[in-house]
């Protein structure tokens, strides 16, 4: 099973308001583990980069004005990420701005079933606890000591890493091919020989005894209750 793990970086909050997307992060993962092949691109905005963004992502206007256009990696972009679900934190507002995107320059939009949001699966799994990308790294534990600013790449490496504890850990059948194995092991000793039923009739020379000895017992309970 193919997905792609994806963050953007934007201009603003909004894209009616005319704000784009300024970088695109993914992290390809198979069958929930990372296969090493990313996408990341730097897109220039054919805008102004206001302060307050910029103090989020760090990327400025003049360095961004050197960049390809959204048209430009428009077709890179979509080879990379197929027909595979999208793992995107906060799908909604990533999911706006790419569609905004998408449609202004002739493609059609993503399908909204297509994404799989964390922030969902977070809240599902421990209700009102913080449910940011921050947040979910300090409680699993994840190294994001590197995310003094946000970076698309940056922030869907961690996004893996995150939405593979959120799916039950980084090896989620591990423990169920330990019992598996084991079960297989226990099975294969407990093989058990046929044998012939032994016979239960006893033989006449038997009875004989049987009487015998009774005969030497005074007063057997069996034969006091047979005289009632």
């Not at 092949?37 to 990327?59: F, S, V, W």
């Not at 799989?116 to 994001?144: E, H, Q």
């Not at 939405?163 to 039950?168: H, N, V």
Request: net charge negative.
């Amino acid at each position: 099973m193919r997905e792609v793990i994806l963050d953007t970086e934007t201009t603003g909050l909004d894209p009616s308001q005319g704000h784009r997307i300024v970088e695109i992060g993914c992290v390809e993962l198979f069958n929930h583990v990372p296969t090493g092949l990313t996408y990341q691109a730097y897109i220039n905005p054919e805008r102004d980069m206001p302060t307050e963004a910029a103090m989020i992502h760090g990327l400025s206007g003049e360095f961004l004005a050197s960049k390809p256009p959204f048209a430009g990696i428009v077709e890179a972009f979509l080879e990379f990420i197929g027909e595979a679900p999208l793992v995107i934190h906060n799908a909604a507002f990533d999911m706006g701005f790419l569609n905004a995107e998408l449609t202004r320059h002739g493609f059609p939009a993503l399908p909204s079933d297509r994404a799989i949001d964390t922030v969902k699966m977070a809240r599902r799994m421990f209700p009102g606890a913080p449910a940011s990308l921050d947040a979910l790294c300090k409680r699993f534990s994840i190294d994001a000591s590197g995310r003094q600013l946000h970076g698309a790449l940056l922030d869907a490496r961690l996004l893996a890493d995150i939405y593979l504890e959120l799916c039950g850990g980084r090896q989620p059948d591990l423990a169920m091919a330990a019992a598996t194995t084991n079960e297989t092991e226990v099975i294969g000793v407990q093989k058990r020989e046929y044998r012939e039923p032994r016979p239960h009739v006893l033989s006449e020379d038997e009875l004989k005894a049987h009487e015998t000895f009774l005969e030497q017992i005074k007063n057997p309970l069996w034969t006091a209750r047979s005289d009632h």
